[in-house]
């Protein structure tokens, strides 16, 4: 009798007990981001589609020394460049890299010597047409002068100032 | 009601014959509860899946319409639209009346119950027992699923969850017995009087409304006793071989059960339509809606119980508690 009694009582103080949490949860907002709406704070350092910078007058601050493209992991960056008469810094041309490929390292920012390469902030790259996820020069560059979260990648500030 | 006399003597005035003019009020007051049912069904499949994505900090849905209200309603065109498909073995003639008879009881029952002083179908003054009898029809229809379904699994599901339901039904009606001593009357309308002049039941039958409440849970197949629901979610159970709206009318019989039981329960513990400044009608619905909050509460809050945990829990723990009870009750009736 006693037992039974006992049971009874530690039954419904931990049945309550449970019930004290859930109804604690339910009164806390919940954690959810609402995503086409809403998104998360990037973090800073957060690595999205690496990007090329240019300096106060707009132009490209890269050399066209292709150490970004030794340093890839999965060769996904294909670089053409030429010299011009009487100019010691080579012309860039094509800056093509694979979104498909990349795998957000981060490795290409570390060996750039220039400060020219950055990973922004840019995660949504989805696509219906595979063409596009081809990301050339021109196109990096607009990010580069679009980005306005701050990240910062080994030193280097996206979206102002290189600190090195 | 005053409409339907009005409803009946305007029909014969008008030249139809009586015995048309006599079903005719019948029929609005079922057309009027079956309208009930169904939109507090839908109101309540969005309130469970809220309540539950609220309880674990997160939303629910939010995109159908403003807060996700009308997902219900998107549920409901997709079950329509979806393909009727009968299993080539079952045993056809049942397998589609089973939906109809685990529904159809789930909506007689509100036909004694009280939503105010005089909106009820038919004050039956052996309420109780006719309630009692129609909540034990859902057994006949798990059976009748399970069995017509033609498919092993099913089967096992549907005995495991008729053994539940056949437990759980005696703590219940013997808890309900006891507050029917109290009131001295079986007719749920009375009940409610005799509330109105005391004090609401459960602050005398404590351990009534939890048995009440355990049982319901038992009899409503849901968590932490919704064994025939989940465990076998994976291989199968008793709903498997139903798709589309059959399967809608077996989900639907569900939460019209919940409702029942929450009808019952605010009646006989709470004080059914009475309180001091609403109109009857809301107090009913407030009431209602708590007993229904609750019992969501316990199914996100508790774990599911083993099928021989629950036959223990029923018979050794909830029939001797509720026995109990009633003597109790007999004993204090008695010196009363």
């Known amino acids: 009798?006693?037992?039974?009694?006992?049971?009874v009582?530690?039954?419904?103080?931990?049945?309550?007990l449970g019930l004290k949490v859930t109804g604690k949860n339910m009164v806390t907002p919940a954690i959810t981001v609402q995503y086409p709406d809403e998104r998360l704070d990037l973090p800073v350092g957060y690595r999205g589609i690496p990007v090329l910078l240019s300096d106060a007058e707009g132009n490209l601050k890269c050399v066209s020394c292709e150490l970004c493209a030794r340093a890839c992991p999965v060769e996904c960056i294909e670089i053409q460049s030429h010299r011009e008469e009487g100019k010691k810094i080579k012309v860039l041309d094509v800056y093509n890299l694979d979104a498909t490929w990349c795998m957000y390292c981060g490795l290409c920012v570390e060996a750039c010597?220039?400060?020219a390469l950055a990973m922004s902030d840019q995660y949504e790259l989805a696509d219906y047409?595979?063409?596009?996820?081809?990301?050339?020069?021109d196109r990096l560059a607009e990010i580069g002068r679009r980005q306005v979260t701050e990240?910062?990648?080994f030193g280097i500030k996206t979206g102002g100032e290189p600190t090195r | 009601m005053d409409m339907f006399t009005a409803m009946h003597s305007g029909l014969v005035q008008m030249g139809v014959p009586l015995w048309l003019a006599n079903l005719v009020p019948p029929l609005?007051?079922?057309?009027?509860?079956?309208l009930f049912i169904l939109l507090n069904c839908m109101f309540l499949i969005w309130m469970e899946r809220k309540v539950a994505g609220h309880m674990q900090r997160r939303m629910g849905p939010m995109r159908t319409g403003p807060h996700g209200i009308i997902q219900s309603l998107a549920d409901v065109i997709k079950l329509i639209s979806k393909e009727d498909i009968i299993p080539n073995g079952v045993d056809r003639w049942v397998f589609v009346l089973a939906p109809i008879v685990a529904f159809a009881p789930a909506f007689a029952v509100f036909m004694v119950i009280p939503f105010g002083p005089t909106l009820i179908a038919q004050d039956l003054n052996i309420a109780?027992?006719?309630?009692?009898a129609l909540t034990s029809f859902v057994v006949i229809s798990f059976l009748m699923a399970g069995w017509s379904s033609n498919n092993k699994w099913s089967l096992l599901g549907a005995m495991r969850s008729t053994a539940q339901l056949i437990s759980y039904e005696v703590p219940l009606v013997i808890s309900v017995v006891a507050v029917a001593l109290l009131a001295g009357s079986l007719s749920l309308q009375e009940i409610v009087e005799a509330q109105r002049e005391s004090f609401w039941y459960i602050l005398v039958q404590p351990v009534g409304f939890l048995v009440f409440l355990t049982a319901s849970l038992a009899e409503l197949n849901r968590s932490p006793f919704d064994l025939s629901e989940a465990e076998q979610e994976l291989v199968a159970g008793y709903n498997t071989e139903y798709s589309g709206m059959r399967w809608a009318l077996l989900y639907l019989?569900?939460?019209?059960?919940?409702?029942?039981?929450?009808?019952?329960?605010?009646?006989?513990?709470?004080?059914?339509?009475s309180g001091p400044v609403l109109p009857p009608f809301v107090w009913f619905m407030i009431k209602v809606y708590f007993f229904i909050f609750l019992v969501m509460w316990i199914r996100w809050t508790l774990p599911r119980v083993r099928v021989d945990q629950l036959m223990e829990l029923g018979w050794k723990g909830l029939l001797p508690l509720s026995l109990v009870n009633l003597a109790f009750t007999g004993v204090y009736v008695l010196i009363r």
């Not at chain 2, 609005?28 to 079956?34: D, N, Q």
């Not at chain 2, 109780?128 to 009692?132: D, E, G, H, N, R």
């Not at chain 2, 569900?254 to 004080?271: C, R």
Request: hydrophobic residues 60%; charged residues 15%; proline residues 2%.
């Open chain 2, 253 to 273: 019989t569900e939460y019209a059960n919940l409702i029942t039981f929450a009808a019952i329960a605010s009646t006989l513990f709470f004080g059914g339509w």
């Open chain 2, 128 to 132: 109780l027992i006719f309630i009692a």
């Open chain 1, 1 to 7: 009798m006693r037992t039974f009694l006992a049971e």
């Open chain 1, 151 to 153: 990240t910062i990648n």
């Open chain 1, 9 to 16: 009582y530690k039954a419904l103080k931990s049945a309550i």
């Open chain 1, 129 to 137: 047409d595979l063409k596009n996820l081809v990301f050339d020069r």
């Open chain 1, 113 to 115: 010597p220039f400060d």
């Open chain 2, 28 to 34: 609005v007051k079922a057309l009027i509860l079956l």
